[in-house]
């Protein structure tokens, strides 16, 4: 469990990471440079969740091996279907990071919502619904390894 007091802001615990797959972890597919090593250290702290309509077909391949649990969803409601895998987790003890305009309910729902932009872009509904904004997945993951990165961002 990452614990951090933030000053003016709240007292995070968190438990679970659920984390988008194409756009967010991967491009075009395929995993971003730096992601791998990452999630391995944060799985010492936390669960780590992806969730996924898997559009290029890849997260399985690449995503083997890593301490991660994957879920693939249908392709319909899918931003109904992360809000309510972040429910179920518990949205209190939960950092959920995404970038595309599915992910904007389970930004809210979680307790830390994480947007990221990188090359595909991030949704302006989905940047509005997070806490903070990074422009590199590694600059997300590295926040919740360097935690006074959060406070020094989100203290008042």
């Known amino acids: 469990m990452i614990h951090i007091e933030i000053p003016g802001y709240d007292t995070l615990d968190f438990a679970f990471l659920v984390m988008d797959y194409n756009g967010t972890l991967a491009i075009d597919g395929h995993l971003i440079p730096g992601v791998a090593q990452r999630l391995k250290q944060l799985a010492r702290q936390m669960e780590i969740h992806i969730i996924t309509a898997d559009t290029f077909g890849l997260a ?24 309510q895998y ?21 930004l809210m729902e979680a307790k830390l ?44």
């Open 60 to 83: 399985a391949q690449n995503l083997q091996g890593l301490p991660v649990q994957l879920t693939v969803i249908s392709a319909s409601d899918q931003g109904k279907q992360k809000a």
């Open 86 to 106: 972040v429910r179920k987790l518990g949205d209190d003890h939960s950092v959920a990071i995404g970038n595309g305009r599915n992910d904007r309910f389970m």
């Open 113 to 156: 919502g994480i947007a990221t932009i990188q090359k595909e872009g991030a949704a302006t509904d989905t940047t509005q619904a997070a806490n903070i904004v990074v422009h590199h997945i590694n600059d997300a993951l590295d926040l919740l390894l360097n935690p006074l990165r959060l406070k020094a961002t989100l203290r008042d």
